[in-house]
T-cell receptor
């Protein structure tokens, strides 16, 4: 079962709200990722977790806060966002960072609109 | 600097009209090259991984090939349901934790 599940599918929030995006995978993958994608652009890497530890933070503003509670779950906490943060947020997983196979498996994404 | 360039940006074909999408890459050692399909508002769907020059992979009407500088995604006798954006991505040896995406080719198949 190659599936990454993201919730919610759609989220509308004001600039003062606090919300969270959730991601779950049961493929036994040890690397998990958050990407941000704007319309007609490729996905942009935000964070990478490897074995539940933050491995990469692509200079993302602190209003985005990732969390990896266990090897199957990845959260993205959102606070004081700006309208320009509106985008499709994609979660992905891969077997690990060092293995020969490196393909990412993506979830369906969470469409975020900041008013 | 590691880079991925896809062409054309957009391609409109008639149903049944075969064509190819191009992905040119410059990396300091290729760990893997990946092709994804993305439908509007959805996450990318994994299609193929290619590891070394000369390798080919096939799935239904799609065939991916790899040389030392580029990859092609050949689409044979496409159908309207093949309409999507096709993304190419590479994982270089210099940065195992990062996948670098191209900007994609938007493919539209007219019935």
């Amino acid at each position: 079962d190659t599936e990454v599940t993201q919730t919610p599918k759609h989220l509308v929030m004001g600039m003062t709200n606090k919300k969270s995006l959730k991601c779950e995978q049961h493929m036994g993958h040890r690397a998990m990722y958050w990407y941000k994608q704007k319309a007609k652009k490729p996905p942009e890497l935000m964070f990478v977790y490897s074995y539940e530890k933050l491995s990469i933070n692509e200079s993302v503003p602190s209003r985005f806060s990732p969390e990896c509670p266990n090897s199957s779950l990845l959260n993205l906490h959102l606070h004081a966002l700006q309208p320009e943060d509106s985008a499709l947020y994609l979660c992905a997983s891969s077997q690990d960072l060092a293995g020969l196979t490196g393909e990412l498996f993506f979830g369906e994404g969470s469409r975020l609109t900041v008013l | 600097e590691d880079q991925v360039t896809q062409s054309p940006e957009a391609l409109r074909l008639q149903e049944g009209e075969s064509s190819s999408l191009n992905c040119s890459y410059t990396v300091s050692g290729l760990r893997g090259l990946f092709w994804y399909r993305q439908d509007p508002g959805k996450g990318p769907e994994f299609l193929f991984t290619l590891y070394s020059a000369g390798e080919e992979k096939e799935k239904e009407r799609l065939k991916a090939t790899l040389t030392k500088k580029e990859s092609f995604l050949h689409i044979t006798a496409p159908k309207p349901e093949d309409s999507a954006t096709y993304l190419c991505a590479v994982r270089p040896y210099s940065s195992a934790s990062k996948i670098i995406f191209g900007s994609g080719t938007r493919l539209s198949i007219r019935p």
